[in-house]
DNA sequence: TTTGATGCAAACTTTTTGCAGCTAC
DNA sequence: GTAGCTGCAAAAAGTTTGCATCAAA
């Protein structure tokens, strides 16, 4: 658990380290998640760290981070694959991507889809050269 | 402009034509940028409003709805197309997928990318029964 | 020892809500 | 006339920030 904070340059600190669990144990928490996880565990943790050692994973490429109807959510996972959430119960799911087929059909699977969204996320051509030096 | 509307069984106000123009004259807005566009028109307008709208407009599915970075986006094209966000500027810009090839490689592309995000939304398994009475 | 992390609480941003009044049909 | 929409303002929900304290290396 550690190996990975080490081989990133981030010191390991309890705190972290119950995230990292949290992150394996849960299925795409958010902040709040991953707060209650540690409470249960008795682990000192408040918000404000939470939120900072998320976006440290998220910087060193730890955890992907995804905006889910207002909520920032994290998963562990570092491959590439997608997510399909359900409206009713919010439920995250990873869903593996069929090379060469269409993403997604809704009689190939027992998920009834009627929405999506692909964001991809980088930089545009205008912002090559500023954002280096900014 | 109203035969949107009207189709959809919503009652045409001046508000919503107007949300509807900006939906058609910006680029991926947010709820803050509709409104900016309609008082820029001198148009009456509330944030309530803005928000009531744009809500009743993607259950009616006249426009899409995307998360981007805390804020929610929308977007009046309705066939499917994915998007590509800059994490400089914030700039959003559409996106054409091209069946059959890889969704996107950095060299294809003047836009550098670091990360991506595919949510499908729609119903679990469980929640199928559930969601049509509830 | 020193650099960087944590905790608290307050501020901030974005979205939602309750309710009175208004208007499209 | 009436169901449904709007505006206001306050609250809620989620995230970020400033700063003093603390601890990993």
Chains 1, 2 share one sequence.
Not at 8 to 18: A, E, M
Not at 74 to 92: A, L, M, N
Request: aromatic residues 4%; hydrophobic residues 40%; negative net charge.
């Amino acid at each position: 658990m550690e190996d990975a904070l080490h081989a990133h340059g981030l010191r390991i600190t309890p705190q972290r380290v119950v995230v990292l669990e949290a992150l394996r144990a849960l299925s795409h928490p958010d902040a709040e998640a991953v707060l209650a996880y540690a409470q249960n565990r008795q682990a000192a943790m408040s918000v404000a760290t939470v939120y900072n050692v998320l976006e440290k994973l998220r910087a060193a490429g730890l955890v992907i981070a995804m905006d889910v109807r207002g909520r920032r959510c994290f998963d562990i996972r570092t491959d590439s694959h997608d997510h399909v959430r359900c409206r009713h119960c919010g439920r995250v799911d990873d869903m593996v991507r069929h090379p060469g087929t269409r993403l997604i059909a809704p009689d190939q699977s027992p998920w009834v889809i009627d929405d999506q969204s692909l964001i991809w996320e980088g930089l545009c051509p205008a912002c090559q050269g500023e954002a280096q030096h900014g």
